[in-house]
């Protein structure tokens, strides 16, 4: 959508195939470099609402794009054994996408999709932080509270559930961390992000 409202100006005016020649057969790859275009070309950095715009709107593109992959659910945590917990690592789903946004660009992006009338960029008092992924043939979003942007965020990075609990260390007691950690992982199962369990039992 973003695409098509801005290749008038981005694609044939201001440079965007000649900075970022298509290597692609398809057109479906042709924007991808599109949020980096506008971040840099003297045109577009001073708007960066854009930038961010355009980032988000790709983040659903290949969220709906993503390779295909097996779901976990909360049944197959249940089987895993308690000395493996601390060890325990999660595979989020290829579809798993997380957008941090400086700009009221969901409620632009969403005006868009339905062709309403476009909402004026306004710059948001705080960040707002989205996970973004697929579930079946339907891309499905929404806002994350910042312990857990920060805890999927450590998982996406690797972190295992002692990790994780380190992580929720920043926004909670130590004592409380265990619990948090595990109702996030009830609610990723939940929401079908989790692809693979790894457990590890150390001796």
């Not at 981005?10 to 970022?20: A, E, L, Q, R």
């Not at 295909?68 to 054994?81: K, M, R, V």
Request: overall charge negative; some cysteine; proline content about 4%.
């Amino acid at each position: 959508m973003l695409y098509t409202h801005l290749s008038g100006t981005v694609v044939t005016d201001s440079g965007y195939i000649k900075s970022f020649p298509s290597r692609y057969y398809s057109l479906r790859w042709l924007g991808k470099n599109l949020p980096r275009f506008l971040a840099i070309h003297e045109d577009y950095r001073a708007l960066p609402y854009l930038t961010e715009l355009a980032g988000l709107e790709w983040a659903f593109i290949d969220a709906f794009d993503a390779k295909d992959s097996d779901l976990c659910c909360i049944d197959d945590a249940a089987i895993i054994p308690a000395d493996s917990w601390p060890n325990l690592r999660l595979r989020l789903h290829p579809s798993v996408y997380l957008i941090t946004c400086s700009w009221n660009c969901l409620s632009i992006w969403q005006s868009m999709k339905i062709e309403s009338e476009l909402i004026q960029p306004q710059a948001l008092d705080t960040d707002v932080n989205y996970l973004i992924w697929r579930q079946g043939l339907n891309t499905s979003y929404r806002s994350l509270k910042p312990d857990e942007a920060e805890a999927l965020t450590a998982v996406k990075n690797g972190a295992d559930f002692g990790g994780l609990c380190t992580t929720l260390t920043h926004w909670m007691e130590t004592e409380e961390t265990a619990l948090r950690a595990a109702t996030l992982f009830k609610t990723w199962l939940g929401d079908g992000l989790v692809s693979h369990l790894i457990s590890e039992c150390k001796k």
